[in-house]
């Protein structure tokens, strides 16, 4: 079955710099999602990324799709204490969404 | 329409204790999904309704747990004899369609005592 894996699972971040954060896929995807949750909340839809090589910015944050359609990451550059939470990627396969296991930012002022 | 509800928010039940959850869509969506997560772990998928079919169900899914959506409108989530194991975030969501964004309720907390 399709399964969708993140990595690194914990991302500790001086505030102002950059990091980024990836997403595999064991099978090719039609879409890829990417969720945020904040500490005690549910997982927010941030983007959707549709096309092999698709690249969209949101202000700070850069999502891209992979050529083959396996894999995603997310770049945040200037990181600040607002993108404090858990970055889930979540692929469209089969049908259904599957989530991987996240990636957590904690952010030292 | 204020977005995905479940209820109830949180729920403690004895060990054996039959439980059942509810979550109400987004009104017009026609896909439902049900999703447990633990604690550091993503969302687990349980099962997914498109209208009042459902689709899929996750192998992962015990012969305890059972999901109902008549009518495509809201959907229960029951688990009889639970487990300690069952202790977790429950979380429903609702989209409009096929390859839409997913929009989350607050979920229900189950603790298993």
């Known amino acids: 079955g399709q399964q969708v894996m993140q990595i690194p699972q914990y991302q500790h971040v001086q505030e102002g710099e950059d990091f980024t954060t990836y997403c595999n896929s064991s099978t090719t995807l039609s879409n890829i999602q990417w969720y945020k949750q904040r500490p005690g909340g549910h997982p927010v839809f941030l983007i959707q990324?549709?096309?092999?090589?698709e690249v969209k910015k949101q202000k700070r944050l850069t999502f891209q799709f992979g050529e083959a359609k396996k894999n995603s990451s997310l770049h945040i550059t200037a990181t600040q204490t607002t993108d404090v939470g858990t970055y889930f990627c979540a692929g469209h396969g089969d049908y259904k969404l599957s989530f991987g296991a996240g990636t957590t930012v904690t952010v030292r002022a | 329409d204020t977005g995905v509800s479940q209820d109830p928010r949180h729920k403690i039940t004895k060990r054996g204790q039959n439980v059942t959850f509810r979550c109400d869509p987004i009104s017009e969506h026609n896909r439902l999904y049900w999703y447990r997560q633990t604690l550091g772990q993503g969302p687990e998928f349980l099962t997914y309704?498109?209208?009042?079919?459902?689709?899929?169900k996750s192998r992962l899914l015990s012969d305890r747990f059972s999901a109902e959506r008549p009518k495509g409108s809201f959907s229960t989530l029951e688990i009889q004899r639970t487990e300690q194991g069952d202790s977790a975030m429950y979380l429903c969501?609702?989209?409009?369609?096929?390859?839409?964004?997913?929009?989350f309720g607050q979920g229900t907390r189950l603790t298993v005592v």
């Open positions: 990324l549709v096309k092999s090589g």
């Open positions: 309704f498109q209208n009042e079919a459902q689709l899929e």
């Open positions: 969501a609702s989209s409009l369609g096929v390859a839409t964004e997913a929009f």
